[in-house]
């Protein structure tokens, strides 16, 4: 089983940056898709941006050239650094990780876009 953290939201004004950290231990092998989601109040949960096990990527379109995903496998770490930030961003992120077709979930960090 994985155990997922993530960290780094908070609030920013428009135009600023965030990097959203998620660290998973446990079974952290054959991890071969992570990815970033996020829920507004009232929306349905949505898929950011994912990197798979052989680092290909992909992202939604709303954030298209404004977000980044990375890894450094060696720290059990993906990244998600948000730039360009705007009020529409505003949700709780969540980390994900699929590991032998077994899903897991972090709690979730509030990044808040306000001025």
């Known amino acids: 089983q994985v155990q997922l953290q993530e960290s780094g939201g908070g609030l920013v004004q428009p135009g600023g940056s965030l990097r959203l950290s998620c660290v998973a231990s446990g079974s952290t092998f054959a991890i071969n898709f992570s990815g970033w989601y996020r829920q507004a109040p009232g929306k349905q949960r949505e898929l950011v941006a994912s990197i798979t096990n052989t680092g290909s990527t992909s992202y939604a379109d709303s954030v298209k050239g404004r977000f980044t995903i990375s890894r450094e496998n060696n720290k059990n770490t993906v990244y998600l650094q948000m730039n360009d930030l705007k009020p529409e961003d505003t949700a709780v992120y969540y980390c994900?990780?699929?590991?032998?077709?077994?899903?897991?979930w972090g709690q979730g960090t509030q990044v808040t876009v306000s001025s």
């Open positions: 994900n990780v699929v590991r032998l077709l077994q899903s897991s």
